[in-house]
Nanobody, 116 residues
Framework: QVQFVESGGGLVQPGGSLRLSCAASRIIFSIAHMGWYRQAPGKQRELVARVTTDGRTIYADPVKGRFTISRDNAKNTMYLQMNSLKPEDTAVYYC??????????WGQGTQVTVSS
């Protein structure tokens, strides 16, 4: 059973930064396009950034220029560097395959709260 484990969330003030990490229990990064998703209270889960197996990156408009996605296939780990955080970035962040998530791969997510 493959599952992703997210970490690195927390409480940060507006304008601050956080770095999220995503680890897989099995070596799948080498064959899977990956992405970061988020779900805010009362909203649907959305894909905010994705990275292909060859390192190409695509971002949703709300995070362009502020978030950077990267992956380390040798470590089976993906990252999301989040800068200039805004209150509207508050959500639970998840990683999964992208652009189509794999239902059985959802982890617990990591909470990001941006508040003064």
């Amino acid at each position: 059973q493959v599952q992703f484990v997210e970490s690195g969330g927390g409480l940060v003030q507006p304008g601050g930064s956080l770095r999220l990490s995503c680890a897989a229990s099995r070596i799948i990064f080498s064959i899977a396009h990956m992405g970061w998703y988020r779900q805010a209270p009362g909203k649907q889960r959305e894909l905010v950034a994705r990275v292909t197996t060859d390192g190409r990156t695509i971002y949703a408009d709300p995070v362009k220029g502020r978030f950077t996605i990267s992956r380390d296939n040798a470590k089976n780990t993906m990252y999301l560097q989040m800068n200039s955080l805004k209150p509207e970035d508050t959500a639970v962040y998840y990683c999964n395959t992208a652009p189509t998530p794999t239902r059985n791969y959802w982890g617990q997510g990591t909470q990001v709260t941006v508040s003064s």
